[in-house]
């Protein structure tokens, strides 16, 4: 079936540090990938995406690539602030009947000022 | 636009109440998602809608009921409220074919 894996947290690092949350896919066919972003309170909201295979996502200062050989979407930031605490969800999208989104379980990061 | 609104914002239930959760869109999507967070678990999805009179269950719809009259609503129905349906509930929208999922501000439920 259709699943993503995403690195369980807490990740707590200093401000400026360089920062990478691994993300790896299951899919049957070609999917779309995302990065959504959960600050405190507050709902979801899409970070970065890419629609195929090489593809690379960017907001922010965010980054992500789509990597087909190793099923992976992995998030990075080259310098972050403390205002990027937040859960980050990984998710996909295939494109079949059903059209649904399928979130990980989330990454909760911390940044110390 | 208001965008995605849910109400109420908070709730407290005893064991065995019913109520509805409340979600509106003034986006004019045709798709629309319920989801519950729980921590540990990430998101998971209780019903969607790919438009309106149209309803599909998700990965955990059990204990939960939806209905799509309008466009622009999606109430979720809890019959018979249970411990286990604690939780931070999220509704979605998007149009079809889309890329971006627009979330609601979530509802905080305890059922005590």
């Known amino acids: 079936g259709n699943s993503v894996t995403q690195m369980e947290g807490p990740v707590t690092l200093s401000e400026e540090a360089f920062l990478t949350i691994n993300c790896t896919y299951t899919?049957?066919?070609?999917?779309?990938l995302f990065w959504y972003v959960q600050y405190p309170g507050e709902g979801l909201q899409l970070l970065l995406k890419?629609?195929?295979?090489?593809d690379k996502g960017s907001n922010k200062g965010f980054e992500a690539t789509y990597r087909k050989e190793t099923t992976s979407f992995h998030l990075e930031k080259g310098s972050v602030q403390v205002s990027d605490s937040a859960v980050y969800f990984c998710?996909?999208?295939?494109?079949?009947?059903?059209?649904?989104?399928?979130f990980g379980k989330g990454t909760r990061l911390h940044i110390l000022p | 636009n208001a965008g995605v609104t849910q109400t109420p914002k908070f709730q407290v239930l005893k064991t065995g109440q019913s109520m509805t959760l409340q979600c509106a869109q003034d986006?004019?999507?045709?798709?629309m998602s319920w989801y519950r967070q729980d921590p540990g678990m990430g998101l998971r999805l209780i019903h969607y809608?790919?438009?309106?009179?149209?309803?599909d269950q998700g990965e955990v719809p059990n204990g939960y009921n939806v209905s799509r009259s309008t466009t622009e609503d999606f109430p979720l129905r809890l019959l018979s409220a249970a411990p286990s349906q604690t939780s931070v509930y999220f509704c979605?929208?998007?149009?079809?074919?889309?890329?971006?999922?627009?979330f609601g501000p979530g509802t905080r439920l305890t059922v005590t």
């Open positions: 899919a049957t066919g070609y999917p779309s």
């Open positions: 998710a996909l999208r295939i494109m079949n009947r059903d059209d649904k989104i399928i």
């Open positions: 890419a629609t195929k295979a090489d």
């Open positions: 986006m004019n999507h045709e798709y």
């Open positions: 809608s790919v438009g309106a009179g149209i309803t």
């Open positions: 979605a929208s998007r149009r079809t074919g889309d890329y971006e999922q627009y």
